[in-house]
């Protein structure tokens, strides 16, 4: 989307950890979410983090906020090859709909 | 036990017919949603209703109309298909209007030859 931006391909070794990074611009949104897509597949909500957190851990999952930086970054331990997909970010402005970005995709090597 | 379900999940057609895709969800949700993802997988906006009334119409040709019959469902009618429409349209839901997330259908991908 024009207004969230994220790298387009990250490879990781199998047991790694994989850092997805997003970067935003409207400073005014309240949550941020993270969207896995497998192939074929709709949009799976991973986990959400609302705009007056740091940080926020979910098992395997970390999300951390830098507001200042407008930057969001997914961090996934001890990655699987289930894990590959493509992996979206998006922010809640309050516009009533979420802007995604663009997606990464994340292919993790046996 | 579907969230989110919205049928066909293939519909191939040529140019210049009309087409519908179909969704429902039983979350109890007050908004559905539209979105259109292209070959590079980019997500957009199309349209969303909130309990039947249309908050959401993004710049999309008029060829496309939603249709919300009551607040579990949100059908797209297409008319004068063509080619640039394919693409995968994903059908989604959510509580309220903003800070809830959204629930997503499995999609339709809409193939124009």
């Known amino acids: 989307g024009e207004d969230v931006e994220q790298s387009l391909f990250l490879s990781v070794r199998e047991g790694d950890s994989s850092v997805i990074n997003c970067t935003y611009t409207d400073s005014s949104s309240t949550y941020l979410y993270w969207y896995k897509q497998e192939p074929g597949a709709g949009l799976q909500l991973l986990t959400y983090?609302?705009?007056?957190?740091d940080m926020k851990q979910d098992q395997r999952l970390t999300v951390l906020l830098n507001k200042k930086d407008k930057h969001l970054s997914l961090r996934i331990a001890d990655t699987q090859t289930g894990d590959s997909a493509i992996y979206f970010c998006a922010e809640d402005t309050g516009r009533r709909a979420l802007t995604f970005g663009s997606g990464t995709r994340l292919q993790v090597q046996p | 036990d579907t969230a989110v379900s919205q049928t066909p999940k293939y519909l191939v057609t040529q140019m210049g017919n009309d087409k519908s895709i179909k969704c429902e969800q039983n979350?109890?949700?007050?908004?559905m949603y539209w979105y259109k993802q292209d070959s590079k997988k980019f997500l957009k906006i199309m349209f969303s209703?909130?309990?039947?009334?249309?908050?959401i119409n993004e710049t999309v040709p008029n060829r496309f109309s939603p249709k919300s019959p009551d607040k579990a469902h949100l059908n797209l009618h297409i008319n004068s298909l063509e080619l640039g429409d394919s693409a995968v349209y994903f059908c989604a839901s959510r509580r309220d209007t903003f800070n809830s997330p959204l629930h997503f259908g499995n999609g339709t991908r809409l193939t124009v030859t």
């Open positions: 983090i609302f705009s007056n957190m």
């Open positions: 209703y909130n309990n039947k009334e249309l908050i």
């Open positions: 979350l109890g949700h007050d908004t």
